[in-house]
């Protein structure tokens, strides 16, 4: 919704209770918490022209994916300890609650750089280790197919929504990905 971000959200959650009752708030009830003025009141109470939730809800289902809360015991529990944690996740796959590392790295690495970043997150892999990177061109793309190529698990956080997968030529990999691993996205599915 304009002008309501994770921030604005948390302290709605912990005045209402549960998205359904700020949704269903009454105008003033709503200006009455901390930092919820008129325009960003008018906005939560015409949500429906900003948001299509039954379209969405038909595009994650279509899609194999789920969309988990932060109350959600499947939401990860080291993410919802960092300071600005994603309200919602959507997941097309499996998150599961192994350790993981995150390899990141250029969309153009040198050959060296990226024969690193494969026998790195090849070897964490076969050691158990959930290897987490952004599904980019470059260093991610490498980390990613070395983790699969180990039998290993691997997660692709995204910088997109599931439905509009960036880059497209990693189309594949995500699929793949989604297989023993997940592709995860705080952004709606398009």
Known sequence: LPRVGPVRV?????????PEQILEARPADLRN????????AESILSWRSHVELEEEIERVRSF???VIAQSDPAYPALLREIHDPPIVLYVWGTLGDRHAIGIVGTRSPSHYAAECAKKLAYQLAYAGLTVVSGLARGIDTAAHRAALAAKGRTVAVLG???GALYPPENRALAERISETGAGISEFPMT
Do not use: D, P, T
């Open 64 to 66: 194999g994916a789920s």
């Open 160 to 162: 997109s929504g599931l």
């Open 33 to 40: 918490v901390q930092g919820i003025g008129i325009e960003v």
């Open 10 to 18: 948390r302290k709605l959650l912990e005045v209402f209770g549960s």
